[in-house]
């Protein structure tokens, strides 16, 4: 399984792109801006979009990819979302004010887009891919997601804050690689608590739910451009981020845009 990262800042600026992960060039986990990387074949060869909530940095890429590709499709574009998601998507998104309703376009027995609504616990299946629906905590309905093709899970948390039932489910997998959010610094760990994000104060914590003896490299994602270097400065200055040095409890690094894994 190839995992291409798109995105992973949680805001634009230069060569900054938000969250969106290419499973295999057949999926898309979140579209956030950076969906704007791939050419028209890649983006035509993207049969699923998994969306761990509504928030833009999130789904900005997503109308626009549409209407990139649509005559290019012979099959709608399925995109595999919570309720709330979906709702949110209708109302605000694709609702013939900001962008067309691609649920009835160029026919509502044939659209380009098509919904499927998820919930958390539930496995998704999409040829030898295998998705489970992870819990997640933010401010809208969210979730994060494991997805294996049966050599260990490429983990992400979504967007989310201090998640117990995620890590009760994360210890009973077999972990390849974790990607979790950390979106402020400690500075302004209030904002983060409010909005439902981690600063690594929290992030320190989070990670002592890890079972003991598990070991995977973990990846910090959705760092604001202006605080990336302090937030992995925080980070280091409890858990360092090479993997052989002394004292090392976490093989901890930072995500960036161009990275793939194959796991």
Known sequence: MKVRVLGC???ISKDCRTTSFLIDGDMLIDAGTGVGDLTPDEMSGIEHVLLTHSHLDHVLALPLMVDAIAARRTA?????ALAGTIAALKMHIFNDVIWPDFTRIPTPEAP???????QVGQTLQFGRKLVEVLPAVHTVPAVGYAVTAGNGCWVFTGDTERNPAFWDRLNQL???????????????KDLAQRSLHL????L???????????GYP??????????????????????QTLAN??????DIRWLRAGQEFEL
């Open 76 to 80: 709608p574009l399925q995109i595999h």
């Open 218 to 239: 973990i990846y910090i994602t959705h760092t604001k451009p202006a605080e990336t270097e302090l937030i992995m400065a925080e980070i280091q200055c409890f858990d």
């Open 9 to 11: 800042s949680g805001a």
């Open 204 to 214: 320190a914590d989070e990670l002592d739910c890890i079972a003991p003896g598990a």
């Open 112 to 118: 380009f887009v098509t919904f499927h609504e998820i």
């Open 245 to 250: 040095g002394p004292h090392v409890t976490h």
């Open 174 to 188: 077999n972990v390849a690689m974790l990607v979790i959010e950390t979106a402020f610094s400690n500075r302004e």
């Open 199 to 202: 600063s690594p104060h929290v």
